[in-house]
Each structure stands twice: as C-alpha cells, then as structure tokens.
C-alpha cells in the first residue's frame, strides 16, 4: 500500500463520524450473527455432551423384556480392546408419589425411573459429577452465596448418593433429577433451593409405583416402593432432570419383575398345593447396557465391536442346551452410539444451524449495502481530494486503493468490534436473560425520565434559538428516552429462554470462534466488496472536473 | 526524466536552444449534454527554462484548460504538447502521473488542500506519491525535513500541525506552492494563483513565486488580472481558444 493511502484513510477514518456509523453497522451485523450462531452451536455441543454424559458412548438396548444374562454380555464387552467399561441399566416409566404437601392428598407426577449398579453407571457415564448436593471444596464455597444449602453439607449425602443407600437406615435410596421437585428453585447464580425449606429433599421419603410388562405384553399388577432420597442430580438437560429418577438396579428389577426367577414347567401336572415344579432359573435381565470407549476409539468403532461382541454371546447362549432362557436374537437388539439415539433431536438442530446460517449470510450483503450508500456518500463529498491527489500525481489505481483499502479496514475493525460485542454478549446471556426477567429496577426508569427531561429543555432552547436540527435532533432524543423509561416503567420481565422447551436449564453460552472468524471474514471481504463500486466511481472520476467540482 | 523518480531534481538545466514546455496547435473540445463546446482551437505557447510566461485572458478564454494539458491533467484533442522536446500526448496513463509528479508543481486559484491533513502533510503529499512503505521507512525524515523547510521558508513554520481550516487564505496558498515545491519541479504551473486573495496577500505570494522564478524555476501562471501578469518575463493573450 502506498504511503498516501495508507496516510489517508487513517485520516478518514479518525476525523469523520461517517465511517463510525459504517463500523458500527458492521460491527451490529457481525455480532447479531456471531451470538444466534454460537448459541445454537452451544445447544448443539451441549446436545452431544450430554448424550455422552448421560448414557456413555454405545447403548445396547432391548426395551420391556430386557437382555438376560447381561452379566456375562457385559464381561464379553469389557474383553473388547474399545471399551472401557460398561453397565447394566433398567429404563422405565413410573409414578412417584412425592412427599408433599402436607396431608394426605399427596403429589403424584411421572417420571423416567432409571434402575443402575452406581459403582458400574459412574464408570461408564459422568455419574458422579451430576450428583448436586455434596461438600463444596474451598474454591467452589467461594463462589458460593451465603445461604447456599451445599455450605452445610457433611458429606452424608453424596456418599448415600454413591451407594445409593442410607447409610443411618438401610433403605434403598433414590436419586431425584433437580426438577422433579416442583419445590426446588433455580437461583440467579445457577444454585438451587428449596422454596420451602422443610421441603429440601434430601431428607423425606418418596414411593416409586412400576408396572411390570408380562412376556405376553400385558399389564400387570404394580408395584410399588418407599425410598429415601439420598440426593438430587443436575445434569443441566432440562428434559432428564424434569422427569428422570435414579434407584438401585435389584429394586428396580424386581419392581418389574426382571429379576432372577426359578422356571417352572407349565405343561407339568401341579403338585398338591397347586405349585407346578421348577425345571429351572429364569435370570436377572436389564433393558439396556451402556458402554464406555477408551481414550482415542471413536462412538462408531466401539459400536460395531460391541455388535460382533453381542452377535458372539447370542451365538455362544443359542448353542448351549443347558440354557433355558435365552438373549435376544441380533437382529431385534439395537446397538447405537450416542449420537445415533440423540438423530432425532440432534438432526433438525444440525439443518436448523446451516439454515441459520445461510440466512444470516443475508447480513454480509447488508454490510456490502451499507458500505456501499456510505462510500458513495464520501466519494461525493471527496471529489474534489481526488482531483487534488491526481494533481500531484496519483494514478486512477492509488485512488481506488484509497477506498477499497477505507472499505477494508472498515470492514476488519467493525468485524473485530463486532465479534467482541458477541464474546460480551455470549459471555454474559444467562446474566442477561435473567436481568431482563425481573423488573427493571426503579432508578432505571427515573434516570430515563430525567434524561428525557433534559432533552426536551435543550430542545425548547434550540427552538428559542430557531435551530432547527439541533430542536429535531433533541426531541428526538427526548422521545426516545421518554419511550425507553415507559418501556422500563412498563417491564414486568420476561424469560425468552423456556427450558421445557429448549431442553437445558441455561442458555448455552460458549463462543463459537470458528463462526465468528469466518463471520468477520465474510464482513470483510463484503465490506471491500461494497467499497468496490464508490471505489471505482473515484478512480474514473476526471481529474480536471474534480479541480472544478463545488 | 529522473529514472529514481522520487529523489528532488535539481533545477532543470537549460534544452539546448528549445522550451522546456511546448503547446503546439492545441485543440480541446469539451462536450456538455448533446453539445460540443470547442474551448482550444490550435492554441501554442512555449516556455524556455527559468521563463516566467504569463496567460492573460477572460474569463472562457481556455487559459485553464491549457495549463492543465501543459501539466498533463488533461489531454489535447489534437495537436503537441512537448516537456523538454519529447511528446506527452502519447504517454501512458501511468507515466503521465509520474510526469505531473516528477517534473511539474500544481497551484490553484482555491488552494486545493486535503482538509484531514495538517499543513506539514499537505506539503509533503507529492512526496509519498508512488512511494512504498519500506521505502518511506528509509526516507520519511528527509522528506519531512525537506517539507519543514520549505514551510519555514514561507514563513509557515508556526503552522505545521495546523489543519487548513485554521489558516488565512494566504497562508493556505503558501501551503500550495510549498506542496507544488516538494519534489523540486522544473516547471510551476499556477492557475489563478491570487485570484482568491486580498492585495497583500497577493502581493506577498507573487513575491514568493518570483523568488522560486529568480532561482531558476520556469514558471506559467494563467491570470487575468494584468497589474499580475505583468510580474511575468513575458505574457500571452488567450482569446477564444488561440494565443492572440
């Protein structure tokens, strides 16, 4: 670049108001892409961890009947060189019958009961770190509020939570997600409390109802069960911790009666009191097991190892004679990663992304637009300075690189504002969101209202004065600041983001840098694009009609 | 021609015999809408080296329009415009604004300064013309120095980092001429140069150019004011389109 253009567009750059408004323009649209993008890319990525979180990489599943002799499966898996660990489970539905309000008219809400091993469940999945209530170390008490109930917290509970029993009592204990309990309330500092402190759950009982499944596919008699409830879980999807319960793998087996059980012969005659004679052991079963990679082994090549694993054991049970009751047959197992069982949800969001994308990409042709009104403005108004500079030598060429290279930085210095306003705004949206779901606070208004006043003041005085754009001007201000106080006046606070319908309980707020650069990629070159045309209008201006222009 | 380009030439020394700047039978015709506005029909002037030559004419006249195709601003319909004997007309575009940025200096009758720059930058405008930046890197304080001087030497040096805005007419002037002095051109060509300036302004810039003239400098300033021309070695009338 030549030393004069370089010369002067940092000149009409740091003396001129236009070129601000075409930064700012560029930096809006920049930023408005930057944030929809990355928030939708967050639910994406927070879409994914939480699958893996919440059922590890590979689920073998075979729903109501369940998979018998798991056990051995689950020793075939953890053989093969991809998996790390694996563990039964017993997906249901249920009723769980809470423990308030008082009397005898208890709530009663539905619930996905799920029965684990929680040694086992904690290796394959991230068990542990879901589990809400347990001691804060000294860096998390830090952040902490005062009135945080996890300060007080012995440890008790995270190690009943653990081994899924109380410890004082025996009792088999459940594990409750954080938004079962109508009573828990979300605070703005993303901890949790009990409205009514008698209700903190950790300490009352609830009773799980499961209706078993007979092999015929008919209903039949409940089952119900008291348990404690040795903890809460946060897994932060909205979904699993409105709706999901966690008990112990026996209990749950036996609730649906998929637990050992002896086999009798049906075409025998009964004994003498009615019993028909045991020919064998039905054995235990779970609908599903979940299973871990190792380190480096992708979801898909644990997948089909765990299918040839499963094909092995059906073959190996199918061939033994001495086995009564045997696995389901390959074809009718599912066996899927992660993120196969999460396509449904996981598909639409991915094709909602690009179309966000592609529609957003309308913003680069909005930057082109503006920069190019501006410049044309400029190239006007700057006639006469090419004119000058083709007196002093300049070629047709250095004048169009004086406003492509006017057009490019303002482009890359709008692109860079714009992408820091989305890291803010990123950085800072469930502070945000929750800031513009309360009230707005009194001062706001009145500092709006006296802002509005002071505005209309200067505008009398202009209008005393008889000038006309300084009065346009200040009560245009003073409107808008009137409007902005009724606004805040008027705010009731609301919450966009519902949680019941957007699956996580916070916006997710991760920058998605790789968009970001690839937005302020595209500004730019479409900033330089929209330069293009002023651009060259400059450089075919005749130099002597531009000495002459006025 | 200088072939470094941007180092500042030394006077131009004397073609043997010949002008350094020559119009012969000059035509130029404008076009405005539909209609053609013939403003030279075969206008010629020759300027010798350290030549001060006056273009007296009214208003019309083209006097304008021939200093501009003498600088090389604009281009002759017809006919030859030579700088030390050899033909401008047929430059490329490209040598054409090495021309005008090499060998001529420009002055105006409105001064013509970028208004973002400070007085020191204006000056030293024609200077970072075609100039890269590691080359600047090498250069800017000789130009700078060189510019400083020239300002001081026009009784600028108070001045340097003020914006043309802040500065009287005749100041904004001397600031041309400093600029049209940069790169140390053989032949200045003014337009109207007083034309925007009370008396003793005026006074004081024709002073400055005589000095510039009396130093070697050929000089053609178009006027039609004749107490002004009359400054020059010799003048010309212009009127309607030929040199009377």
Redesign the interface.
Known sequence: ????V???VR??LT??IIPLIAVGAVALCVALVTVVVSVMSGFLENLRNSGRTLMGDVVVSYPVQGIPWYEDLIADIERLPGAEAATPLVDTYGLVRMPYPDGGNKDVVTAQVWAIEPDSFARVTEFDRTIWWKPADAAQALAMAPDDPRRTLTGKEYGNAKAMRDADTGAPGALLGMHVSVVNQRQRDGSYRPRVDRWWMPSHEVTVTLVPISEKGQVSQSNSRVFKVVNEVMSGVFQVDRNRIFIPLKDGQELLRLDEAPVVDTDAEPDAQGNLPVIGTSPARATQVLVRAKPGVTPRELRDQVTEAYAAFWGRKAADRSVRVRPPAPDYVTVQTWEERLRDIIAPVERERQMMRILFSLTYLVCAGLILAIFWSIVSEKT??V??????????L?VLRIFLAYGLVIGAVGSLAGAGLGWLIIRNINDIHMALGEDAPAWSWIAAYLLAALAGTMALRALVASRVLATLLHSVAALVLAGIGTGLYLHQGFLMWDPAVYYFATIPSQMDWTNAVVTCIGATVFSVLGAAVPAARAADID??RA?RYE | MTSSGHQPHAPAAPVAGGPILEARDVHRTYRLGRVEVPVLKGASIAVHPGEWVSILGSSGSGKS?LL?IL?G??RADRGHVAFRGEEIVGYS??RL??Y???HVG?V?QFY???P??TVL?NAM??A??????IE?SRRRHEVRERARALLDRLGLSHRFRHRPAELSGGERQRVAIA?ALMRNPEVLLADEPTGNLDARSGESLLEVIAEQHRAGLAVVMVTHDQWVAARADRTVHLADGRVA
Do not use: C, K
């Open positions: 670049m030549g030393v004069y370089s010369l002067l000149r009409y003396t001129r006469r300075d004119g000058i500079l083709r007196a002093v030598g300049a070629g047709r250095g130099p002597v000495l | 329009t501009h600088g601003l604009d575009p490209r604004d090495r005008r940025n090499d420009f105006f013509h300064l970028l973002e720059l930058e405008l024609p970072t013309v075609g100039v890269g930046m600047w600029r």
